[in-house]
Nanobody
């Protein structure tokens, strides 16, 4: 069983920064695609970033380019999402997801096989 655990969500003011973490306890993803997907209060689901664990290649949703940065530390089995210049529209539940055994990026949330429980980010304007 693959377990993904998110942390780092919270209540922030617009313009603040926040860093989310996704850990994979006891498991190293040498060849996997991982992503951050957010679900807004209106139930809109959006992939905000994806990264390949082997090479670090990444993609972003247009809505977050220049403000959010995805990275990974394979020595810690951890993926990060650095969120800068937060906006009220960033308010959502952020989940990390993984698809094992692929070397490319995955832009569609439905293509991921494993999901974390999600962490809430609330941004007040």
């Amino acid at each position: 069983q693959v377990q993904l655990v998110e942390a780092g969500g919270g209540f922030e003011q617009a313009g603040d920064s926040l860093r989310l973490l996704c850990t994979t306890p006891g498991r190293t993803f040498g060849n996997a695609a991982m992503g951050w997907i957010r679900q807004t209060p209106g139930n809109h689901s959006e992939l905000v970033a994806s990264i390949t664990m082997s090479t670090g290649n990444n993609i972003y949703a247009d809505s977050v380019k220049g403000r959010l940065t995805v990275s990974r530390d394979n020595t810690k089995n951890t993926m990060y999402l650095q969120m800068n210049n937060l906006k009220s529209e960033d308010t959502a539940t952020y989940s990390c997801a993984a698809k094992i055994g692929v070397g490319g990026l995955i832009s569609r949330p439905g293509w991921y096989d494993y999901w974390g429980q999600g962490t809430q980010v609330t941004v007040s304007s």
